[in-house]
């Protein structure tokens, strides 16, 4: 009863691989990952199918098994030093920050806590994810 879906896409957790494998082989379907939280009101990044450049026949890598995709349009991720609030550079791990029209204004009277989950970088808010994680070469 799948056929009529186009993307299966998980997140909340790392998809286990033997979960990726056990399902594409069950439904004939690939799980692609995403990254998100509630606070980003909750998608922030997203593997999808490969897909044919419309103007010079390349293929756009949409994917990349292992990572939690690329950002939505919009939406920007940094890594940082979790003390400095430093921009790491391409590969090296930090903590992921999160900017994009999807941040929340913040929790509902409690600026404490508010005041917790975002940073103000350059103009843009950015939210705090308290995550670990790095940007690849490819932007995943």
């Not at 009101?41 to 103007?55: E, I, Q, T």
């Not at 930090?94 to 929790?107: A, N, V």
């Not at 600026?111 to 994810?129: D, Q, S």
């Amino acid at each position: 009863m799948l056929q009529s879906l186009r993307i299966v896409v998980a997140g909340a957790e790392k998809l286990d691989e033997n979960v990726r494998t056990s399902f594409a082989l069950k439904f004939h379907k690939s799980i692609y990952e995403g990254y998100g939280a509630t606070e980003i009101a909750p998608v922030a990044s997203v593997n999808l199918p490969d897909a044919m450049g419309a103007h010079y026949q390349q293929i756009q890598h949409g994917s990349k098994p292992g990572s939690v995709g690329m950002p939505l349009p919009g939406t920007s991720f940094k890594t940082v030093d979790p003390d400095s609030f430093e921009e790491l550079p391409t590969g090296e791990a930090g903590m992921i920050l999160i900017s994009g029209p999807q941040i929340m204004q913040g929790y509902l009277n409690d600026p404490n806590c508010t005041a917790k989950a975002l940073h103000e970088i350059g103009g843009h808010r950015w939210y705090i994810t308290g995550d670990k994680g790095f940007i690849d070469e490819d932007g995943f």
